[in-house]
């Protein structure tokens, strides 16, 4: 995979769950493994939840927006989120990932609303990520039944505390059941591997000063033997081009447990000039057409990470969406170019949510 990011790609991930869950402390182990990666954070105070914000923001240095004037969603409208965004997306901040942790009282619908209507070109929806407390996981549901609809949004549920549940098995199945093809992932002390959310750097990236893996590397932490979720990923290499309506109808009925697809088309003679980056989150997709340079070796280049993904069953599909035929149908890319979107640009008048995507990819009015 080559290096070059396009200035939409710098993903801004939703962290939500009810006051207990584990959000901090998931927010905490990602910045302790995020290797060579910077993460931003915008930590949503609310009553109680400052003095973990605090710690958080101490682990964060300058890269923190703490917002202590209430609940993100309802005190701070989408025009003010782009200032926050802007700061942390700015290239000098060197930041390779936004994570905005509500506050356990928010809407996550809303914050996500948020983020998909922000005209800020720098960033891309990340994903919506929702912490659950197995261990009160029944309790929660009967003082939050919102709960459901919740977990129905999620692209990526955290099923945390796993270790503590008395029956984490019917809890698992529970949270499946609830979830709209989801990622699910068992957890125990919020620790998931960073690359669930975002690229890690290699570690040999880092420069003049030692990372939090450096300070943990031989630490006595007896925690990292639960549950320490690893990812299912599959890389896919073409040096034949993709049939775009092929490729289309695989990712529209991408599977339960599927997170994340990142990489590169070549969709050949259907633009021969261009070719196509590719951010899918959860049920969220864009394209990102960018000229070839004539260096590039005309190759399609995908991973596709997930949880419990049949990694076979997803490359033959794959292999199934090439094509060496020499012309194009000149409507093929139809399916494509919906999902491609300039940075000054809106959904197009009238345009109706792809099979993909939920009304959610749609700006609030």
């Not at 942790?101 to 919506?128: D, N």
């Not at 125990?188 to 893996?213: M, N």
Request: glycine letters at 12%.
């Amino acid at each position: 995979m080559g290096n070059s990011r396009t200035p939409q790609q710098i993903p801004v991930v939703v962290l939500a769950g009810f006051l207990g869950s584990g959000k901090t402390t998931l927010l905490n182990h990602l910045l302790h493994r995020s290797g060579g990666s910077r993460i931003g954070a915008i930590v949503n105070d609310f009553g109680a939840i400052e003095i973990d914000a605090m710690a958080v923001a101490g682990a964060l240095g300058d890269s923190t927006v703490s917002l202590g004037n209430g609940c993100l969603c309802c005190a701070v409208d989408a025009s003010e989120l782009d200032l926050y965004l802007d700061r942390l997306a700015a290239p000098a901040a060197g930041i390779d990932v936004i994570v905005i942790e509500a506050s356990g009282l928010a809407e996550p619908q809303e914050l996500v609303r948020m983020v998909l209507a922000s005209e800020h070109p720098g960033i891309v929806y990340g994903g919506l990520v929702e912490v659950v407390d197995a261990a009160e996981f029944d309790g929660t549901r009967a003082r939050h039944p919102e709960i459901d609809r919740h977990l129905a949004l999620a692209d990526l549920v955290v099923v945390n505390k796993l270790d503590r549940a008395p029956d984490p098995d019917r809890v698992l199945g529970l949270v499946r059941s609830l979830t709209d093809r989801a990622a699910v992932v068992p957890a125990a002390y919020g620790r998931i591997d960073p690359e669930f959310l975002f690229d890690c750097r290699p570690s040999e990236e880092r420069i003049g000063q030692l990372s939090f893996d450096d300070l943990h590397e031989h630490g006595d932490d007896d925690h990292d033997s639960h549950l320490h979720t690893g990812y299912d990923s599959l890389s896919f290499v073409s040096g034949l081009p993709m049939e775009p309506r092929r490729l289309m109808q695989f990712l529209d009925s991408r599977p339960e447990g599927l997170y994340r697809i990142k990489g590169y088309v070549d969709f050949g003679p259907y633009d021969a000039g261009n070719r196509y980056a590719v951010h899918a989150v959860g049920r969220f997709l864009r394209f990102y057409p960018e000229p070839w340079d004539r260096a590039d070796a005309r190759l399609t280049q995908l991973v596709l990470i997930g949880s419990g993904i049949d990694t076979g069953a997803l490359g033959k599909e794959l292999e199934a969406c090439k094509s060496d035929a020499p012309h194009a149908d000149e409507h093929g890319m139809w399916g494509v170019l919906r999902y491609v979107q300039g940075p000054d640009e809106g959904p197009g008048p009238g345009e109706p949510p792809g099979p993909g995507e939920t009304d959610l990819e749609d700006p609030p009015a």
